[in-house]
């Protein structure tokens, strides 16, 4: 072999070789940190969204305390309710005694729910004690026909009517129509004995809103951010609100863990979903993506790295090729002023 042959595939050899080694290292270098960095983004926006939720589920709390003094101070003003002993009213097949206050029937009373809701109260209810809890006999709230909800009941074994039973306040969740509130329940005193109960109410959450903004996100292509209750029902999502989610394995490992990450197969591909349980709700923020999607970025990192070092080194061996070149003319020059002298 010549010596410019040996000296090329030396050379060539080994900045192949430190191109190869150096470009794979890079390849893993960039792959953990772009890896890292994009978990730490996941993680701070599950964070950032439970932050958020816990303040508005803290000012709802604060407001529904607010509402439930000023629905108070309100029906002091007009007086004190009056049990007719022997007059009734029926309400969805159950009769309770005739309540007046101000002159006029407190049962189906919708005076008071209008003005409550002119004064800022966004839901009230009156309540009434009788054998099976505390039924409703006038709010606010209306139902999917447009008709005001009363008949509803608080049986006695529920933490609202256990905590009036005690004289309490009670400000929490709530679900009413299918809608979770947080409501304020504050005991309804006649003659100094716990009789009724007097409520107020907001929406815990806007979750259509959460819904709309959760359309606009997207991650590595197919990644979407959405909300489940602890049962697996789907509050806020991009299309499916309503959909449960319970009977899937995935999902009772999440209830399992609280917090963290599941791969589970989707419609025959895998997917990687990051998730934080959110206490104040019983629910769970997630964001998941198709695993092909996220490996896809690092296919295109490694695509660009092997085209990068192989312009790099076609550049490198082609400034070798002119040195070697040099040298192995300078050699046979020496080798033919020797071969002269000889």
């Known amino acids: ?45 599950l964070n950032n969204y439970t932050q958020m939720i816990n303040l508005e589920i803290d000012s709802k709390k604060d407001n529904a305390e607010v509402s439930i003094n000023l629905l108070q101070n309100y029906l002091k003003t007009l007086g004190s309710i009056s049990v007719m002993p022997n007059e009734y009213v029926t309400i969805n097949n159950q009769q309770v005694n005739k309540w007046l206050i101000n002159g006029k029937q407190v049962q189906n009373n919708e005076e008071i729910p209008n003005k409550s809701t002119e004064m800022g109260i966004e839901l ?20 999917d026909k447009g008709k005001r909800a009363v008949g509803s009941v608080i049986p006695y074994d529920s933490p609202v009517a256990q905590a009036i039973e005690r004289g309490e306040r009670y400000i929490g969740r709530n679900q009413v129509l299918g809608t979770w509130l947080i409501a304020a329940y504050e005991p309804l005193k006649i003659n100094g004995e716990i009789a009724g109960i007097i409520a107020v109410a907001q929406p815990e959450m806007n979750y259509k809103a959460l819904s709309e903004d959760f359309k606009t996100k997207k991650y590595f292509g197919s990644g979407y951010p959405y909300i489940a209750d602890e049962n697996g029902i789907l509050t806020a999502h991009p299309r499916s609100v309503g959909v449960s989610l319970g009977d899937y394995d995935f999902f009772k490992e999440m209830k399992e863990k ?43 990192l490694q695509m660009i790295i092997i085209i990068s070092v192989i312009i790099a080194l076609g550049v490198v061996i082609l400034v070798l090729y002119l040195i070697v070149k040099k040298i192995v003319r300078s050699l046979k020059q020496g080798v033919d002023a020797a071969e002269h002298i000889a």
């Open 1 to 45: 072999m010549k010596i410019g042959t040996k000296l090329y595939a030396f050379v060539g050899g080994i900045v192949v070789v430190v191109f190869v080694i150096f470009g794979i290292y890079m390849y893993n270098i960039l792959k953990s940190n772009i890896d890292s960095s994009y978990q730490e983004a996941i993680q701070e926006y």
């Open 124 to 143: 009230m209810s009156i309540f009434q004690k009788f054998p099976g809890g505390y039924f409703r006999i006038a709010t606010s709230v209306i139902d």
């Open 258 to 300: 609280k917090d963290g990450v599941v791969i589970y197969d989707w419609e025959g591909k895998e997917k990687t979903q990051y998730f934080k349980y959110i206490e104040p709700i019983k629910s769970f923020i997630t964001v998941g993506w198709y695993t092909e999607d996220y490996e896809a970025i690092f296919a295109q």
